[in-house]
């Protein structure tokens, strides 16, 4: 999987790729580093230049978009839950990398989209604020499903290629719409 903001375009000078985001060519460390290596999308500074979310869809809707704090109580809970249970539960490490290859990619759609605040509060009323009440409730595996519903649900709305995702909920989502 690669950025979806790297372009072939076979120049000798950059080892032949170009970055959309930044009007740039790229040099093979930062292609290596960060365009071919999904986990790594968060870090890249082109990427990241001027995106306070980070490519974070969530930290986009929630902070830049509604205006609220980077750590307020809704963020700081859904980071406690990654980092505290998914990251020491493996069976929901392949979720956690779907997020890494599909959050920027929603991250960068949604803070352009017309009605990306009409978006957010419904993330925020309808997902994410759910997932919380999940969490709070130590029902660990709604908090997963309510997300992972987002996460179809944000795609779905801009067009992504399901076939982005590792996780079940997606490919059978893919499988539903290949049926109609």
Partial sequence: MQCDFLD??????SGGYYCKKSDKYVDTYTRNTYC??????RECPIYTKGNSSGGCYLTTAVCDIL????????????????????????ECLPLLEDYDVVG???????????????IANTMLNIFINEAIDSIIDK???AA?????????????YFNLDMN?????????????????
Avoid at 8 to 13: D, F, H, K, R
Avoid at 36 to 41: A, E, K, P, T
Avoid at 144 to 156: A, G, P, Q, R, W
Avoid at 164 to 180: C, D, P, Q, T, Y
């Fill in 144 to 156: 997963i499903d309510t997300y992972e519903n987002m996460t179809i649900y944000l795609m779905d």
């Fill in 104 to 118: 920027p990619v929603i991250s960068e759609k949604l803070i352009k989209d017309e009605n990306r605040v009409k």
């Fill in 139 to 141: 029902e660990y595996q």
């Fill in 8 to 13: 072939y375009v076979g120049s000798i000078l």
């Fill in 36 to 41: 071919d290596n999904s986990l790594r999308y």
């Fill in 67 to 90: 205006g609220y704090e980077d750590h307020c109580p809704t963020l700081d809970t859904l980071r406690s839950f990654r980092d505290d249970y998914m990251k020491k539960h493996e």
């Fill in 164 to 180: 982005m995702l590792n996780s079940n909920k997606a490919k059978e989502f893919v499988r539903k719409r290949e049926i109609k």
